[in-house]
Nanobody, 119 residues
Framework: QVQLVESGGGLVQPGGSLSLSCAAS????????MGWYRQAPGKQRELVAR???????NVADSVKGRFTISRDNAKNTVYLQMNSLKPEDTAVYYC?????????????WGQGTQVTVSW
């Protein structure tokens, strides 16, 4: 069993910053990649950023240059540093893990955390 536990999120003014974190817990698993997705009201869930266990990254064009993803493999934790936030960044942000466990690869989701960028 693998659980993803998020922290962070909240209300910030345009131009401000927030940092999110997500820690994977459990036993008998190997993480291939972790990342962040977001879903705004009335829209589909979209990839924000993803990072593999060896540090390769994928970042959405919409946040490139503003958001940075990083990880601490020893802590099984992924981070998302969000700078220069815009109102259009408002969404529920979900942590995702691609994990090898119980003899197969599986995807896991965190509970989601609300990020609101507004005056």
């Amino acid at each position: 069993q693998v659980q993803l536990v998020e922290s962070g999120g909240g209300l910030v003014q345009p131009g401000g910053s927030l940092s999110l974190s997500c820690a994977a817990s459990g036993s008998g698993f190997n993480i291939y990649a972790m990342g962040w997705y977001r879903q705004a009201p009335g829209k589909q869930r979209e990839l924000v950023a993803r990072i593999t266990s060896v540090g390769s990254t994928n970042v959405a064009d919409s946040v490139k240059g503003r958001f940075t993803i990083s990880r601490d493999n020893a802590k099984n934790t992924v981070y998302l540093q969000m700078n220069s936030l815009k109102p259009e960044d408002t969404a529920v942000y979900y942590c995702n893990g691609n994990v090898f466990v119980d003899g197969r690869t599986r995807g896991y989701w965190g509970q989601g955390t609300q990020v609101t960028v507004s005056w």
